[in-house]
């Protein structure tokens, strides 16, 4: 299972990636595994060296009753020291913002890649656009051709 935030690639351009761990509640991973989750406008930050994931809309667990979840708190993801300031330094000098891209298992374990993004401006979001656009194009004529 695996939740890809497809609006991240058109609105950033993605310089660097790294794998994140994730501190989930019981019934939020419950909710992960049916595939009831949202990436679309979620970002990180980085508060008192500690790096926070926001807007992240995980839907409750339908038979959670008292122990579910607030749907978009912010969770605390899992790096280290060095991770952490190597972001911190980027977000500051360079003006980036960290972008959740993808959210995955691996032995069970819910991992999240964390891109060190920079906003696209509107001219280069049509250039992406045209070279889509052109990709499509040469893929049904290559179908079609003999």
């Known amino acids: 299972m695996e939740v890809k935030n497809r609006k991240a690639y058109f609105n950033y ?3 660097d990636t790294i794998e994140v761990g994730i501190v989930l509640k019981g019934t939020e991973i ?3 595994r049916n595939a009831h989750v949202s990436l679309d406008n979620s970002y990180a930050v980085i508060k008192n060296d500690e790096v926070y994931l926001l807007n992240t809309f995980i839907k409750q667990y339908k038979e959670g009753n008292i122990y579910n979840h ?3 708190r912010s969770r605390k993801l899992l790096l280290h020291k060095k991770e952490i300031k190597k972001l911190k330094d980027a977000i500051e000098k360079e003006r980036m913002t960290l972008i959740p891209l ?3 298992f691996v032995k069970n374990k819910v991992k999240i890649l964390i891109g060190v993004c920079r906003g696209k401006k509107n001219y ?3 250039e ?3 070279e889509k656009d052109m ?3 040469l893929e049904k004529r290559g179908k079609y051709e003999y």
Do not use: Q
């Open 13 to 15: 351009e993605v310089l």
């Open 70 to 72: 607030d749907e978009s």
């Open 30 to 32: 419950k909710s992960i």
């Open 135 to 137: 990709k499509r194009n």
């Open 102 to 104: 993808k959210l995955y």
């Open 128 to 130: 992406s656009l045209k």
């Open 124 to 126: 280069d979001k049509r």
